[in-house]
C-alpha cells in the first residue's frame, strides 16, 4: 500500500544517489522555474535540494496557496474539506532556498536567456523549467469562452472555480439537470471528468434523488470506461447518461440561458460543466516552445524541450508520447529533469530516465479505482512498458484500500512537492 512514509521514503533515497557537493568558488549558474504545480514546485525543490546549494533556483507562480486540481473532485463529492487541496510555499523558501516570486511569467527571450514577469522584473537563467499546467482552446465549445466560466464553469483550474461548481450543484432543483459537456483528446487527467461525475453523482443521491446527469463526450471511449459504467449502474442507477462520439457533439452551449443545444434538440441544464479542449499554458505558446496542435514537444531521456536545449517542459504542457496528463506523471517528469539539469549545469551523475504514473478515482463511498504504468524513454516519445487497471467485479475490501491507497498517496505527493 502506498502511503506518505514509503513514497518519501522511495525519493529520499533516489535524491541521495544523486546528490553531488557544490564547486567552491565558482559563480552558482541559475535556474528558473515557471508553474508552481506538481511539475514545476518538484523541480525546483529537487534542483535546489540535490545541487546542496550549487543551483541558484527561482520559482515563479502568481497563487500563493496552490489548490490541487487533483483530488478536487472529491471536494466536490463531499470527501474532503476545500482547504486540504491547498498548499504553500514556505518549506521551498525555508528548507530548501528556493527564491519563490509570486507574479505571473509574461514572456520569455530564449536568445537573451531571460523571462519578464508581469511586475516588470526581468530574471536571467542558464536553465528554464517551464510547467505551466493548461489553458483552453478558445472556440472549441460553440457558445462559450472563459468570460462565460462563472456561469458554466470548468472547474479543471482547481480553486475558486471548484468551489463555484459544488456552489452551483448545491442549489440545484431537485429533478434539475446536471450537464457536462467532456472534452477531446488529449487533455489534464484523463480520468478526471468521470471521477467528477461520480462524485456529482454522489452528492445528487443524497440531497436531491431525482435528478439527472447528462454526458456529452465527443469521444467513443474514456480512461477506466467499463469501471465506471458499472460503477453508476451500482451506486446510482438510472441517475447518468453518458452520450458518446458523434452523439455527443453538441451544437452550441447558450450561458445567459443555461440551455444546451444538442442535434438540433435544446435541453435545459441548471448547472452546465464545460470543460473544453486543452493546450499548453500560454506562456509556453509565447516562449515559443508549442507545436502547431498547441503542446510542447520535448526530449524523453531529459525533458528538455526539443526546441531549445536550455529549455526544459512539464507535465500537462507536454507533447511526450504515452505518459498521461497527471500531477503523479509531472512528479515523474521533474525527477529526471532536475537530475538533467543538474547534470547539464555541475556535471553530476546522468543516470537512465524511468517514469511512472499512477490515476485514483473514485466512484463512491470506498469505491476506488486505478490505472498505471511504467514507462522509459526512446528516441520518439516516452514509451509505456508495462502497465494495470483495477476490474469489474472486484471485491469491496479490494476497492476499499485501493481508495485508503490513494489518501496515502496524496499526502506523500503533496509532501515530496510542497516540504
Known amino acids: 500500500m502506498m502511503n506518505r512514509r514509503t513514497f518519501l521514503g522511495t525519493t529520499a533515497a533516489v535524491a541521495a544517489l544523486l546528490a553531488a557537493p557544490p564547486v567552491l568558488g565558482a559563480a552558482r549558474p541559475k535556474v528558473v522555474v515557471i508553474g508552481g504545480g506538481a511539475g514545476g514546485a518538484t523541480a525546483a525543490r529537487y534542483i535546489a535540494k540535490d545541487s546542496k546549494g550549487a543551483i541558484d533556483v527561482t520559482l515563479i507562480e502568481p497563487t500563493r496557496t496552490y489548490y490541487t486540481c487533483f483530488f478536487s473532485n472529491l471536494y466536490l463529492g463531499g ?116 471521477e467528477r461525475i461520480s462524485m456529482v453523482a454522489h452528492m445528487l443521491k443524497q440531497t436531491k434523488p431525482s435528478s439527472k446527469i447528462l454526458i456529452f463526450d465527443p469521444k467513443d471511449k474514456f480512461s477506466k470506461m467499463a ?23 453538441i451544437d452550441e452551449v447558450r450561458p445567459d440561458s443555461m440551455e444546451v443545444l444538442v442535434n ?44 531549445d536545449e536550455r529549455v526544459y517542459v512539464l507535465g500537462d504542457a507536454t507533447l511526450n508520447g504515452d505518459m498521461p496528463k497527471s500531477a503523479f ?33 473514485l466512484i463512491g463511498t470506498d469505491d476506488g479505482v486505478k490505472v498505471g504504468a511504467s514507462y522509459e524513454p526512446e528516441a520518439e516519445k516516452i514509451a509505456k512498458t508495462s502497465g494495470f487497471i483495477s476490474q469489474v467485479g472486484e471485491p469491496a475490501d479490494l476497492r476499499q484500500r485501493t481508495y485508503e491507497e490513494s489518501i496515502g498517496w496524496y499526502a506523500g505527493i503533496t509532501a515530496d512537492i510542497f516540504s
Open 227 to 249: 469501471l465506471f459504467q458499472d460503477g453508476w449502474q451500482r451506486h446510482y442507477p438510472g441517475m447518468v447518461e453518458w452520450v458518446g462520439g458523434d452523439f455527443g457533439a
Open 329 to 361: 506523471s509531472a512528479n515523474s517528469q521533474a525527477k529526471v529533469c532536475a537530475m538533467a539539469v543538474r547534470h547539464a549545469l555541475t556535471g553530476s551523475t546522468l543516470f537512465p530516465a524511468k517514469y511512472a504514473n499512477t490515476c485514483w478515482s
Open 264 to 307: 438540433g434538440d435544446t435541453i435545459k441544464a441548471a448547472v452546465c460543466n464545460v470543460i473544453p479542449a486543452m493546450k499548453a499554458g500560454t506562456v509556453a505558446a509565447r516562449a515559443g516552445l508549442t507545436n502547431d496542435q498547441g503542446w510542447c514537444p520535448i526530449v524523453p531521456n531529459t525533458m528538455q524541450s526539443r526546441l
Open 79 to 194: 470527501f474532503r474539506e476545500f482547504d486540504s487541496l491547498g498548499h504553500t510555499y514556505g518549506a521551498l523558501a525555508s528548507q530548501h532556498g528556493i527564491n519563490v516570486v509570486h507574479d505571473w511569467a509574461v514572456g520569455v527571450d530564449r536568445d537573451a536567456r531571460t523571462v519578464t514577469l508581469a511586475g516588470g522584473d526581468t530574471l536571467a537563467y542558464d536553465a528554464l523549467v517551464v510547467s505551466p499546467g493548461i489553458d483552453f482552446v478558445e472556440g472549441s465549445v460553440p457558445g462559450w469562452s472563459v468570460t462565460s466560466q462563472n456561469k458554466m464553469p470548468h472547474a479543471y483550474k482547481a480553486g475558486s472555480q471548484t468551489q463555484l461548481l459544488k456552489a452551483q450543484i448545491e442549489a440545484m432543483e431537485d429533478g434539475g439537470t446536471y450537464v457536462m459537456i467532456a472534452p477531446p483528446n488529449p487533455y489534464r487527467c484523463p480520468p478526471g471528468p468521470y
